[in-house]
């Protein structure tokens, strides 16, 4: 019975070994975490309550084992502050803290799609920025609804590593060697077939690239595009810097309800742009889909300028409430590159993306590939295909789908008619599909700024759209930008979430 | 039991059920191989005693299970052809043979350390050279010698699963996660400590750098050092490339018996340059080692004009008549960039390479690397961590180099005393270290292009010197230059390595 659950600072796997008997399986499980210094010394453990709700446990034996572990002197139990783990018992196993412990990872905190891990400032969107490396965020929050990543506490462990042996033990020699730049051909045949099938996407395995993420996909688009790129405003501030710093000029276009502006395409001040990058499956951070219209105009601006559609597609495989919105791709796929990731369906960490060129860009990406680190890690890629073929990935998507269904359902819910005294003045949007939405600020309302403020007195961290518009004075910023908060509801464990989303209603009832 | 064979055209990955006894185990293993298409129509088995030996079998034993399997049809027995795979048995299970099917994967011949698959031309030397996606080369070859791979039969499948299976039962969920952009912090506490003791380098984990192969690694320098960089002559036409194409321009740094002409970097000819790519233990592709004089005038050179040293240590690990000589970066930290692989001591497929950073160099080639792809897979990253700190990376290093040592003495032997009628007019140099080593040609002997034209004679693939000069007419060139035969006795399987040598002896023996 191997579970996952998280205190306040920190999500710990924790093994409890039947065979023992359910409280000493328990107790034996937490020394362990002691000792080997997963549980660092301080660290708050989950109540009785919601540990025993998440190891399936009766509560009683929560209690008595804690009680044991105190009567060790391993844990501290302080009146209204709840169970710690004592100064001296972390950390006993020295070689063990080195290995994993969460307090000795560098502190991350990802903000969007492939965000910059290392600071809370957009990266990239004027050269003046600086890295942190291994700097702590300027405060850690116990609780976070920042977009960028889905619940990584449900990735699937096991099955992961199922396929990886099966993949492994089925592989060529050739796969531990240097291959074709493009990828293992596994997994794009894999990604072929279910890309069609589930995205509406037009993919040969000879025109896909499996790529480490989406941003070395734009990195490599950057360099073999050049010119000038339409990308729209609010979008991804990494994003920006990523095609800035490969070759290629930036120009905002501007997004509303029904996704990017495709009308200004065809005006004066974007006639030398020969791409565009959206998001139109569900806009990030706005959360629009692509009308259709817009859908239909772009493609033809596409075709009669002989231009090209770039087609951030992260997170299209989780849509709510009607069929998937198709890829653009299907309808132009010459003029189109589709861009789609494993970083919101598994996680970012494993790196998989890939991308669906049109005959024209194989030769140039695939070189421009090559000359940036030759291929992808390989052994991924086979167990990612195994993973799609066994069909391991349309379960696990379908599982995901619906717990995040239920997130955004209690989002909505929440915000709607259990605020208390909703402050007035906020609406929410883009919740039709992916793992955000977004709380829209009205002028009578809070400002970011006092939402952001008071989020962070419920130790709550949040994302404004303050810090996604592409610089603070594009041509649009002459009408006033709208406001609002990026609420990610994947990210956080299924027992933080409803935590989370106590301090998200607290933080907007306040006033 | 699980053992790998290769025929002359495949190798294969069999598993022998004891249980079942050997016998009945190994043809029930074959017929599975032939059902699933692992092994194809008119594939060529090896002969009783070869897979005998591989298998650890009595000869008897394997030749009962042949003769089982003609019975059956699966195989046909042709006098003097040996057995094959009979054309009606193989492929029966459609789905397996598009599955990693050795035959079905992409013809990739690797060439050198990182070398382009897609084309046996030079890449990115001119920016004329075209990259050949999914071409197959232009003949296959049923032997090779070329240098560049490691043997990945022996590519630690077993031991590698485990470690897998144990850093990822460990890992916290953020290694899911976007996660610092130099890596797992497992991973790089791991390599400081191993780095130090196996190779003398001074690493702090703060100051390594986790890149997806030396390609990136270079890439990034290339990004982040810009101006003129020198980089020896020979070395890797890729290399060139990919320092170009990010921004750096490159001199030619001739290489003599004793490793880079480090004397010359004083010269007028090289006043701008900023930073010098080295590989001090066994120059890539000579096979010296840079002389102790010279690496202290290397030291001097950096130290006195603030320049900077790029240590590619690819395969220092591979040292068979002393101990290994130290990494450079011990004598002048703070002025080398150390860059190594485990491309040679495992696979190239895996991607993993470090870079040990100058403190000033930490947040460019971080920041370069964040805009890059973010960060490097990281489930490979935690389990490469275990392996080292396993030490099942220092044993099966010290397996893998008593294999290659072995190798190496072999190939010594054959070209020196068993060569039949050695033409006169070669000489065997670099045998010192590493995978590769160099048949140098007299001119009193046979040109790089009859050896070529005669190795393929005899089905036999080679690397001639001529392809890795940075161009037709660098500086140096006005004397004529060495003609050589680059052997790479690393990637060969253990079966094809004594035919491939005979094929070599020939080769050289003719006239």
Chains 1, 2 share one sequence.
Do not use: C
Not at 127 to 149: I, K
Not at 358 to 367: F, K, N, R
């Amino acid at each position: 019975m191997a579970e996952y659950w998280s205190t306040l600072d920190v999500d710990l796997h924790l093994s409890v070994d039947p065979a023992s008997g359910r409280r000493v399986g328990l107790e034996h499980a937490l020394r362990e975490a002691i000792r080997d210094g997963r549980l660092a010394a301080g660290t708050r453990l989950p109540s009785t309550r919601t540990l025993a709700v998440e190891l399936g446990l009766a509560r009683g034996t929560v209690s008595a084992a804690y009680d044991q572990l105190v009567a060790e002197g391993q844990l501290v139990a302080v009146r209204g502050s709840g169970t710690r783990v004592a100064q001296a018992a972390a950390g006993a196993g020295a070689g063990a803290v080195e290995r994993g412990s969460p307090r000795a990872a560098p502190a991350t905190t990802p903000a969007h799609p492939t965000a910059p891990a290392l600071s809370t400032t957009p990266l990239g969107s004027g050269g003046e920025s600086v890295s942190r490396p291994g700097g702590a965020p300027a405060r850690p929050f116990a609780l976070s609804l920042r977009p960028g990543t889905p619940d990584l506490s449900h990735f699937p462990r096991a099955a992961w590593l199922r396929a990886g042996r099966r993949a492994l033990n089925a592989a060529p020699n050739d796969v531990f060697g240097y291959g074709d730049p493009r990828g293992r051909v596994e997994l794009r045949r894999a990604l072929a077939e279910y890309l069609g099938r589930a995205r509406g996407v037009l993919a040969d395995p000879e025109r896909i690239v499996i790529v480490s993420g989406a941003v070395q996909g734009l990195a490599l688009l950057g360099q073999v595009l050049g010119g000038v790129v339409a990308m729209e405003d609010p979008y991804i501030p990494l994003f920006h810097g990523v095609v800035r710093s490969n070759g290629a000029q930036v120009l905002p276009l501007p997004v509303d309800d029904d996704g990017a502006r495709v009308d200004l395409l065809s005006g004066r001040r974007y006639r030398d742009v020969g791409a565009a990058i959206v998001t139109p499956s569900h806009q990030y951070p706005i959360g629009s889909t692509l009308h259709p219209a817009r859908r239909q105009a772009l493609v033809e601006w596409a075709r009669d300028g002989r231009r090209l559609i770039v087609e951030d597609d992260y997170d299209g495989e989780f849509r709510y409430d009607r069929q998937p919105v198709g890829a653009v791709q299907g309808m132009a796929p010459e003029r189109t590159v589709y861009l789609g990731t494993a970083s919101k369906t598994l996680g970012p960490g494993i790196r998989l993306a890939w991308m669906v060129l049109p005959e024209h860009l194989i030769g140039p990406v695939t070189e421009a590939k090559l000359h940036a680190d030759h291929q992808s890690e390989a052994l991924g890629q086979v167990t990612l295909a195994e993973f799609i073929t066994s069909h391991d990935y349309d379960r696990h998507i379908r599982a995901a789908r619906l717990r995040y269904r239920r997130r955004r359902d209690l989002l909505a819910e929440r915000l709607h008619t259990r605020a208390g005294r909703p402050a007035a003045g906020f609406a929410l949007g883009g919740i039709a599909a992916g793992l955000h939405a977004l709380v829209r600020l009205e002028p009578a309302g809070m400002s970011e700024e006092e939402v952001l403020r008071r989020a962070a007195e419920f130790d709550l961290e949040l994302e404004g759209l303050g810090g996604l518009w592409h610089t603070p004075n594009t041509f649009a910023s002459s009408a006033p930008r709208p406001q609002g908060i990026v609420v990610g509801f994947g990210s956080p464990t299924e027992a933080a979430y409803p935590r989370a989303l106590d301090a998200l209603v607290r933080t907007l009832s306040w006033r």
